[in-house]
């Protein structure tokens, strides 16, 4: 996960109210259920010693209605001055966060944030294509275009097979005019890989997407053709949608299991590396660090003490005394840009947290400091 999107809370100071809760109305009594839900995570802040300003705040954001279907959640980070981060997803949360102390608790967001993923959908045929961008935890496109040929075009396109002599010149230009859309198609797929977007999903009739991904090619786009999905579904295409989620979650299964590759090797060549809650505070202070990897749950039940690392920054006025693990980290990768992703302890060698370094850092003594 890019800590970017957290950078409001790199001036904000503490202590903050966290409140992470299933806001949706999916059954009968959704809306009573979601008033007991906030009722309830209002309550923790109230007895963690939560201000009542504070408190009111976050009461008022958490009973908005969110104006998705669900599943839906809301995040609330609040403190003295007012709400400083909030964010609605498309997730369940089964285990609610509502925490009150010196630093925001957002490990569950960041496990959250850290399964989504930006991509391109693009459902093709012979007369063009719906091109739209979409983030997979918000239910409707964040950006999206019709491509279609012109008429003349069409008519083209559609012509039936007429016989004779004429033929091979009727299905040359025929080819000639799917080649043109699929051409107004990639332009308008590659405007969003250039934005940052690289995921491509193609769908639709498969001569089309052949034609669409082979002039992908030099692009930076990674093509995944999806086996279903029509244009004019209206997004009702019960195969497409599961086709879209697991090949979302491949993207986030690789993603994960390359973070882990990655520091399995570096701990096999002894570089550029990190592993444990020590090791990884001192190349914090070292503003080494360029991934951080947590587990989410192990580091929530491990302390870190700040005042044993000096030149640790987590943030204006955090008290110098024992924190929870997953929180610190958490802020000091937000303060220095570092990445956040999840991963599992058994993969860090029974550790809580690991990280890999932007540098590597010689063992004082060794023959290179």
Do not use: C
């Not at 193609?202 to 029509?230: F, N």
Request: net charge negative.
């Amino acid at each position: 996960m890019d800590t970017s999107d957290l950078s409001k809370l790199k001036q904000a100071r503490g202590p903050f109210a966290t409140a992470f809760v299933d806001v949706g109305h999916g059954t009968e009594n959704g809306e009573h259920e979601h008033g007991l839900r906030v009722r309830a995570a209002v309550d923790q802040l109230r007895e963690q010693g939560a201000d009542d300003a504070v408190v009111d705040v976050v009461t008022r954001s958490l009973m908005e209605t969110a104006d998705q279907p669900a599943p839906v959640a809301r995040l609330v980070v609040a403190n003295a001055d007012g709400i400083v981060l909030e964010e609605v997803a498309a997730v369940q949360v089964d285990q609610p966060v509502a925490t009150w102390g010196p630093l925001p608790d957002l490990a569950r967001w960041v496990e959250h944030r850290d399964a989504t993923v930006s991509f391109v959908l693009a459902v093709v045929d012979h007369t063009g294509g719906d091109v739209a961008v979409h983030v997979s935890d918000v239910p409707t496109a964040l950006e999206e275009q019709s491509i279609e040929v012109e008429d003349d075009r069409a008519a083209e396109i559609n012509k039936v097979t007429v016989g004779g002599w004429a033929q091979k010149h009727y299905e040359l230009r025929t080819e000639n005019a799917w080649r043109e859309s699929a051409d107004e198609v990639v332009d308008a797929i590659t405007s969003y890989v250039r934005a940052g977007h690289h995921l491509v999903l193609l769908a639709g009739d498969p001569t089309s997407k052949g034609m669409v991904r082979e002039k992908l090619g030099s692009t930076q786009a990674e093509v995944v053709e999806l086996s279903s999905g029509q244009r004019a579904e209206d997004g009702g295409d019960e195969a497409l949608q599961q086709a879209i989620r697991e090949a979302l979650m491949e993207q986030v299964v690789q993603r994960r299991l390359g973070a882990v590759h990655e520091l399995r090797e570096r701990l096999g060549r002894g570089e550029a590396v990190a592993s444990g809650i020590d090791d990884v505070a001192d190349a914090f202070v070292r503003g080494q660090v360029d991934t951080l990897l947590l587990d989410p749950t192990r580091a929530a039940e491990t302390e870190l003490d700040p005042s044993r690392y000096e030149g640790l920054v987590l943030g204006d006025g955090v008290p110098q005394q024992p924190l929870r693990a997953d929180q610190a980290l958490v802020a000091a990768a937000v303060l220095t840009d570092a990445a956040v992703t999840v991963a599992p302890y058994q993969a860090m060698g029974g550790e809580p947290v690991a990280a890999l370094l932007r540098w590597d850092q010689p063992t004082p003594g060794s023959q290179d400091a």
